[in-house]
Every structure is written in structure tokens, then in C-alpha cells.
């Protein structure tokens, strides 16, 4: 029985010529990642463990991206116990405000990961590196402190879905559209232990930052890891920018794959899922009036969301009942985007623009929720008090949706403004 | 490792959010995220729940981020064990990692109630509804594991092994 392509740069990395489903095998690891919450976590285990000194300094990346610039005292005595540690353990990829980005934007842009490698990362949308060819997978503070110790990990082999892509996506559908209507199709556990493994002659119509934030969301259907075929807009995105070998891997023909789930790009809708659960999907509503838009996040934070979002704001003005919030991923698309004018465009309209954080998708900070209020967001989880006061109601979409909404007040998609 | 203790009962879907909300992340103190465990859905759970106690619930639980703070959250309250019929991938490894007992048994997270008192013997798999008098049997985790969460967590379990602690 051949292998899936996950099991395949599972098998490289375990020194194995063959895998299967089940398994128990241990994996070298290309890189072990975590941030601002979760790696105090990891350096309070790692320090418990008595081990003296981390086993690879320059294959661990510590991004302070959550709740910074640092949002209160706690938070910013999180990041100096960080930042000491990256210190003192000489660790190379240390990114504080003023380099850091949202990490799942910045690790792919800064060429720290790429096609063949295998990465852990003690947050949860580590499994976005799939894009470029890669096993990526969220794990635990615990586990990544075991990984700065051994730069090893432990894996169960996962079984895969199939998810087979054809066509071309309309006008103002997205990948986000994309990822949202598969979870709605399969639901928040539909992947639960598996891979999704995305295929098909659609592949080739994908852009990189589709793909992305489709592989961002794999974890919303409780897949160990979402993974794209490398193709020529793989390798062009990481020519000059990766700075290893890429290693392109290709599920076997013979492959075993738990079920196929055939998607026409082309038939689908702007998508959005509805409170309080990302599988609870819709294409149609009666009138939302909403509060907030947020964009940007590990999702939708890169320079095609944002051309997105300025082209529906453009020679437009956000609704005066709506604070528009956006928030470029990493300092480098902030300056893609104020060369652009899309800057610009944001402020003409009303927008407000944020400097690179997670802040407000996961409640922190940069535009909390009172009660009763209801947010478009392009973020990944719309579950209870996520952003905020426990009673707010969170609708995930696209950029072109959550601008579009921002305009009109309500929730509506980019075709109807 | 036998456990003893009153459920507490959830539904399916418990997500990471609301076993701790990611507005108490700004610290990792175990005492300070038990305070506020659970209360995004049960606000009186950090005062109700005793010393010993066991969640039982739904499918998928845990779900979402990959914050270690969620299991500890849950431990540090007192919960001796977590009864689900499926549980969300990476709650499940660091449930281990933080030594948190866990056990997947979809009749049994079916069928008791809240406030049912239950025992449960980690090595066998075997639930005890006291309540209702019936039985039910997980499949119990090997020995590495049960080691695992008997040491209080994975990086305790390295220690122990070589000895580092001594």
C-alpha cells in the first residue's frame, strides 16, 4: 500500500522507508515554534526537565505576537521571560515587536519554513505550513519544550481525506470561502486525528495565500495537519526566500485515503460561519446589523486579504455604526501595503490600521467585544467570549465579506455592495 | 491510580475559549487559571467543583488552541479525570503531558449524569457509575502512559527515568 504525502515526510523524517496509518514513530523536527503565550509554558517544563542548554538553537523560532506590544504588566513580564530565554540560549529567530509579524505569516515570508520539512509549534495553526508542502502540526507548551531538548517529537501516523479540487473560484470567493464550506461540509471533528490532503487540477488556480489560510484552518475540522501538492507557484514563492533545501514529497498513486471529498471551486458561494462554531456555515442570511469588522490574523493577514479589503473600500466610507479594524500580518506586508496605497485607501475609509498582533482574534487586546455586540471577522474561531464579553457573537469571512459588511453595517457579501 | 469523585457534565464541542479564556493567557500561574476555568460556560464551576472531581462530556472536547494552560486549568481546579466520547487531538496530547487523566468512552459520557458519583481505575479502564450502579470499561492507556500522568506530567516522567531528580 503506498503512502500519503504527510506519511511520506513523516517516514523521511523518522528514517523509515515505509509507514502506515497507526504507527508510533519518533521525527526529526526542521523547526519547533512558539510564541508569547505559550512558550513561557515551555521554558517553566523545560527548566524542570534540568536540561542545561536547548539541543539546536537555530531551529527554534519564538515569535511575541499575541499580546503585543505587550498589552498589560502580565504580559509584558511573559515576553522578557521570552526574551531572556532566547538570550541566554543563544536561539537566533527571536522576534520582538518592531521584526515580529503574526507567526504563521512570518515564519513562510522569512523563508524559516518550506516544501519536505517536518514542524511542530506550540499553536494551534502551525498546521498553515502545509501550504508549501510541509508536515506542520500544533502541539502543546509541553511537547515543544521536549522539542527544544531533543528536536525530536513523538507522532501517531494519521490516516488522511482526500479533497479533491476542480475548477476555478468566481469572483469574490476566496480560499477562505473554500475552507469555511468544507468545515461546514464536514464539521469542527469531521478530520479529527487525520490529514487533509488537498489535490485536484483546482490546485493549480489557488494562490499562495488561498492556500495558506486554507492549510490556517485545517485545525477548525480537528485535522492533525492540512498539506497542498508542490507545484511551480510553491517553488517561485520559495525561491530566494527559503533557506534550506526544499524537498518536494508526492502521495504515492496507490495511496490509502479514508474517504474523498470532491469540491467544484467554480459552484462556490462567499461563505460565512455563524456563531458560535466554525462548521455552523451559510451562504444566505437575513439582516445582521453588525458592530466591528476585524481583518487580518494568521487567516487573512497577508497582502492579497488586504488588496481585497482595499478593493471593496476604495472611494468608500465604513459605516458610522462600525469600527473597521486591520491589522497586516507582519511589518513586511505593512509596508507592501502602505507602498500599495492600500494604507491610504484604509484611512480615507474610516479604517483603522494596527501594527502586527493576534490582539483581537483571540480576545486580547486591539478590539474587544462588549455584550451583545457582533463582529465580522476574517479570523478562524467564532466560539463563545472568543473576542470578548461572553454574550458577543463572532461571524467568520472573508476579506472581501468583512469589508464589504463594514460598509453597509450588516453582513453582507462584496457582490451585493 | 484509582479515581473518585462527583461529575460535572458538558455537552459536545468544549472548546479551548471557554475552558480558559485566552483573556487569563497573560499568565501561566496554575492557581490563577483555575479561578477562572470553565466560566465562560459555568461560571460557579471553579466554586462548586471538590478535590477529586470527574468532567464528563461530549465529543471533541478541547477542541481548538493548543494552549497547555486548558488542561492545566482543568488539573489545577481538581479534576482527577476527563470522560469524553472523542477528545479534540491536541488537548488530548497535552492532557497526558500534564499528567490530567483522560479516558475516551462514548456509552459511558452517554449515559452518566451530573452529580453521579463515579470511580474509575486507570490501569483496568473500568468506570464505575456508584450512582447508578453500572460499569463501564475505556480502553485503558499502556503503561507508558499511565506512567505519564502518574509522574505528573511527561517532562516529571523524563526526570524520573534518568534519574536527573535524585
Known amino acids: 500500500m503506498g503512502m500519503t504525502m504527510t506519511q511520506k515526510i513523516l517516514a523521511a523524517h523518522a528514517g523509515l522507508e515505509h509507514v502506515e496509518a497507526g504507527q508510533l514513530i519518533e521525527a526529526q523536527l526542521d523547526l519547533v515554534l512558539a510564541n508569547d503565550i505559550t512558550a ?52 537566533s529567530h527571536f522576534y520582538d515587536v518592531g521584526k515580529m509579524g503574526i507567526e504563521h505569516a512570518l515564519l513562510p515570508e522569512q523563508g524559516l519554513v518550506g516544501a519536505g520539512d517536518c514542524v511542530i509549534g506550540a499553536d494551534s495553526h502551525t498546521c498553515t505550513y502545509g501550504a508549501l508542502g510541509a508536515f506542520s502540526t500544533g502541539v502543546g507548551s509541553t511537547d515543544m519544550a521536549a ?76 485535522a492533525k495537519n492540512g498539506i497542498f501538492p508542490v507545484d511551480e507557484k510553491t517553488l517561485d514563492y520559495l525561491s530566494g526566500r527559503f533557506r534550506r533545501e526544499a524537498t518536494i514529497y508526492q502521495a504515492d498513486t496507490d495511496a490509502e485515503y479514508e474517504r474523498t471529498i470532491e469540491i467544484d471551486l467554480s459552484r462556490l458561494a462567499p461563505t460565512v460561519a455563524f456563531p458560535h462554531l466554525p ?52 511589518q513586511q506586508i505593512y509596508l507592501d501595503a502602505l507602498k500599495e496605497g492600500l494604507i491610504e485607501t484604509f484611512l480615507h475609509a474610516g479604517a483603522v490600521v494596527s501594527t502586527p498582533t493576534c490582539g483581537p482574534c483571540l480576545g486580547g487586546h486591539m478590539g474587544i467585544l462588549a455584550d451583545g455586540e457582533r463582529c465580522v471577522s476574517t479570523t478562524n474561531r467564532n466560539f463563545v467570549g472568543r ?19 463594514a460598509v453597509a453595517g450588516r453582513l453582507i457579501t462584496a457582490k451585493e455592495i | 491510580m484509582s479515581i473518585h469523585g462527583t461529575v460535572h457534565r458538558y455537552g459536545n464541542d468544549v472548546d479551548t475559549d471557554v475552558i ?35 468532567i464528563v462530556a461530549g465529543e471533541n472536547f478541547g477542541c481548538g488552541s493548543s494552549r497547555e494552560h486548558a488542561p492545566l486549568a482543568i488539573k489545577a481546579c481538581g479534576v482527577s479525570l476527563v470522560i469524553a466520547k472523542t477528545f479534540a487531538r491536541i488537548f488530548y496530547r497535552n492532557a497526558i503531558n500534564i499528567g490530567l ?42 503503561p507508558f502512559i499511565r506512567r505519564i500522568i502518574e509522574a505528573g506530567g511527561l517532562l516529571n516522567s523524563l526526570k524520573q527515568e534518568t534519574g536527573r531528580n535524585k
Not at chain 1, 42 to 70: Q, W, Y
Not at chain 1, 393 to 404: D, F, G
Open chain 1, 40 to 91: 513561557p509554558v515551555a521554558i517553566r517544563e523545560f527548566e524542570r526537565s534540568g536540561a542545561a542548554s536547548v539541543c539546536c538553537p537555530d531551529k527554534i523560532c519564538l515569535v511575541m505576537d499575541h499580546f503585543t506590544p505587550n498589552k498589560d504588566i502580565k504580559a509584558a513580564c511573559q515576553v522578557k521571560a521570552t526574551r531572556d530565554f532566547a538570550r541566554a540560549q543563544h536561539i
Open chain 1, 147 to 222: 522539542g527544544m531538548i531533543t528536536q525530536k517529537c513523538w507522532f501517531k501516523v494519521p490516516s488522511a481525506i482526500r479533497i479533491l479540487l476542480h475548477g476555478s473560484l468566481p469572483c469574490f470567493v476566496t480560499g477562505k470561502d473554500l475552507i469555511l464550506h468544507l468545515i461546514g461540509l464536514i464539521g469542527v471533528d469531521g478530520a479529527l486525528y487525520r490529514s487533509l490532503e488537498f489535490t485536484g487540477d483546482g490546485v493549480a488556480s489557488l494562490s499562495m495565500d488561498d492556500r495558506f489560510t486554507v492549510c490556517n484552518m485545517a485545525i477548525e475540522a480537528g
Open chain 1, 279 to 330: 462548521e455552523n456555515t451559510r451562504t444566505q442570511w437575513d439582516e445582521i446589523p453588525i458592530q466591528q469588522a476585524v481583518i487580518g490574523s494568521c487567516t487573512n493577514g497577508r497582502l492579497s486579504d488586504l488588496r481585497q479589503a482595499a478593493e471593496i473600500l476604495s472611494g468608500r466610507e465604513v459605516h458610522r455604526d462600525v469600527r473597521c479594524i486591520i491589522i497586516p500580518a507582519t
Open chain 1, 387 to 405: 473576542m470578548g464579553h461572553v454574550s458577543s457573537e463572532i461571524y467568520l469571512a472573508s476579506p472581501y465579506t468583512a469589508a464589504a459588511s
Open chain 2, 20 to 54: 480558559i479564556p485566552a483573556r487569563y493567557l497573560n499568565t501561566s500561574r496554575s492557581e490563577e487559571l483555575a479561578a477562572h476555568c470553565m466560566e465562560d460556560i459555568d461560571p460557579s464551576f471553579p466554586q462548586r467543583v471538590n478535590k477529586g472531581d470527574v
Open chain 2, 101 to 142: 487523566a483522560i479516558l475516551e468512552c462514548p456509552q459511558a459520557a452517554e449515559e452518566i449524569k451530573a452529580g453521579d458519583v463515579v470511580s474509575c481505575d486507570l490501569d483496568s479502564g473500568v468506570i464505575v457509575d456508584e450512582t447508578t450502579g453500572k460499569s463501564y470499561r475505556a480502553q485503558p492507556f499502556p
